[in-house]
């Protein structure tokens, strides 16, 4: 599953703070219907917010090359907004009741209503980033959902499976989540003229940075405080959804059979749930999943490397270390 | 609920059906995907197919300047690939079991692959009119894409609503399917340098040809043979859309009460769905309807008159009587 809020505490307030209340700003005009249930829905969920965490890389990459706030803001406004979109429809598949601690658009209007707030909010991104972007980069991201799509339709044919693989479920997590991120950056720069491989080093941080928070917040459906994530914990594996740390445990030939007969029973009891997380801890799931997002992470920086050391490659190192935090 | 299939026996097979042939291979090119549910959704839904009346618009439209096929191949394809996407959100709601007589996507494969798959279409198409229109008709688009999606909204919000007037039920099918058959006319003939005057005659036959359409569609629910239509009378009212027959019924004196009491009942019985679809009938919802969609077609009609009599404007000429004779 996929959240934002308050996983990251890097800050980015400084270099481009204000430009992100533009885009927030930007969101909140563009977010607006007659129709009176989608108005309240789109408002709901302009206010839950979340860290604009794409729209941010955006930014920042941009600030590699010859930054045009004016140019940016449309465009982040717009990957922000299909993020959105792509997480309502989410949210009808896992029948989630919160997100970032909010009830979701389909516990409070129905799914019916979900399935078009999504709609309505896909052809809204769209139409900002036809508006705002080069035809290529409207190809790129094309690509891009039609990865995601492809992503979480894996993500259900996988689902229940206790043979999914570290590599399938890597694959999966790249197309879900960090081909956006990936996007972001490579967007930012390429749109503020940087150099090809300024652009190639910024959109292989995104990746790298988006395969690390993916990992970072599967951790949390067994390493998080549900006061703190807003979702019960065992969420993602109760509902089929087997994500690297319980892979790495049904992996593990001491702990593969009790977690395999947990997890084939109808209907979990909490002792059910309490005990799988345990196995996962125990079989060394947690360190495996966090040393892998460490990884990325180094690789995230190892990216950036070799770009000019600016304020704007301090900030995403921040972000990065701001995860790398959370992950010890 | 929205369905083509042998809804119209208008034949415009001389005049567009080579490039009608170009639009369905154009489709079937484009809807590929690697991951293999996908693909096979996909294909699926290629292949139950439907009357491709929205690509048929266009084209027809198109004839009326200087036509391009070329051009508007790529244009028509994505509008009927657009539509397919609303159906297969549509089918969401509806929880429909088949659709044209094909089991949907979402009960063969679930809803999760079919809230996806609809996004997959919908990213699919932007695209394709992304490279094949003009900015402008891309905001037309959208702000049609918005109305759809209101329309949607709106119809779930006034679900099991007694009291919905004929005014509400027509705002609502105008805008859920009336406008994108307006703006198939209007971007056929748009692109292809129509005059202002015959663009305008066109959109406006599209949008009355829609409203015929839908009203048609929605009399099914009450005249049609399951065998044929591939859905069960009622089904509509039963999932509690009230179309206009029924709306027709509510508003009448004599047929309001007991109408109103079957319809409060909990979980209806067969007798009970038979005698709401005989009150619909004995109350004259059905000649109502039928006056309202000969109307519309009438002003269909009406709105070509003032163009040149060509082969193109006794195609749509065709359409429209195909519509009527259906209604008698």
Redesign the interface.
């Known amino acids: 599953m996929r959240d934002d809020k308050k996983q990251v505490n890097g800050s980015y307030g400084d270099i481009i703070g204000e430009d992100i209340a533009r885009v927030e700003q930007y969101i909140r005009s563009n977010l607006v219907?007659?129709?009176k249930?989608?108005e309240s829905a789109l408002k709901e969920l302009v206010e839950a917010g979340g860290k604009r965490l794409r729209p941010a890389l955006v930014l920042l990459s941009g600030k590699f090359g010859k930054y045009q706030a004016k140019k940016l803001i449309p465009m982040a406004a717009a990957i922000e907004i299909l993020h959105t979109?792509?997480l309502v429809?989410d949210d009808?598949?896992d029948e989630a009741k919160t997100r970032r601690g909010m009830p979701t658009v389909q516990t409070r209007w129905?799914?019916?209503?979900a399935?078009?707030?999504?709609?309505?909010l896909?052809?809204?991104a769209?139409?900002l980033l036809?508006?705002s972007t080069a035809?290529e980069n409207?190809?790129r991201l094309?690509r891009v959902?039609?990865a995601?799509?492809?992503g979480?339709?894996?993500q259900?044919?996988y689902r229940y499976d206790k043979n999914v693989t570290v590599r399938q479920y890597l694959k999966r997590i790249g197309r879900k989540t960090a081909l956006l991120f990936a996007l972001s950056c490579f967007i930012g720069a390429h749109e503020s003229g940087c150099s090809r491989d300024a652009i190639r080093s910024l959109g292989k941080f995104g990746f790298n940075f988006g395969m690390a928070f993916q990992i970072t917040d599967d951790l949390l459906d067994f390493t998080g405080d549900p006061a703190k994530t807003g979702k019960p914990v065992g969420r993602d594996f109760v509902q089929g959804v087997y994500t690297l740390p319980l892979i790495y445990t049904l992996n593990s030939p001491d702990f593969r059979d009790e977690t395999a007969i947990l997890l084939d029973k109808q209907g979990y009891e909490p002792a059910d749930v309490d005990r799988i997380v345990e196995l996962v801890h125990l079989s060394g799931g947690i360190d495996y999943s966090r040393r892998l997002a460490s990884r990325y992470l180094k690789r995230a920086i190892t990216c950036i490397k070799t770009l000019p050391p600016n304020p704007a490659r301090t900030a995403l190192e921040d972000l990065v270390k701001g995860l790398m935090d959370r992950n010890h």
């Open positions: 219907s007659k129709q249930i989608l979109a792509t429809h009808i598949i129905g799914k019916d209503i399935v078009f707030t999504g709609d309505f896909f052809t809204k769209f139409l036809t508006s035809f409207l190809q094309s959902i039609k995601i799509c492809e979480e339709v894996e259900y044919q």
